[in-house]
């Protein structure tokens, strides 16, 4: 049989983490805005490289949404309110995780 140990410090990060929410920005399809301005906002705003600003793009173009970042809520309601500022349709929605 093989037995599997954790530290005191490895059980205490899982119990943190199942405890608690994640937060996403879900940024939507319009007919508004170009795929450039999509991908310049992501660039900016959101720190993503143009590779995956533009893949992302994409995604929501032929989905119709897509999730752009995770995080803790208040460190993305800041990054959400300047890609809405912006013209874009983006929410933050939260999960729960763990049991």
């Known amino acids: 049989m093989n037995f599997h140990t954790q530290t005191q410090e490895d059980v ?19 007919d508004f805005n170009t795929f450039d301005w999509v991908i310049k906002c992501f660039n ?3 720190d993503h ?3 995956q600003a533009e ?9 119709g949404k897509a999730t752009v970042k995770t995080g803790a809520k208040n460190e ?3 990054l959400k ?3 809405v500022d912006r013209g874009l349709s983006a ?4 999960e729960k995780i763990g049991s």
Not at 13 to 27: C, L
């Open 12 to 30: 205490l990060v899982v119990e943190e983490t199942t405890a608690g929410t994640i937060a996403n920005i879900i940024v939507y399809n319009d």
């Open 44 to 46: 900016e705003i959101l």
């Open 76 to 78: 993305l309601k800041p």
């Open 55 to 63: 893949q992302l793009s994409l995604i929501i173009h032929f989905r």
């Open 49 to 51: 490289t143009s590779q």
């Open 81 to 83: 309110d300047a890609l």
């Open 91 to 94: 929410i933050i929605e939260e």
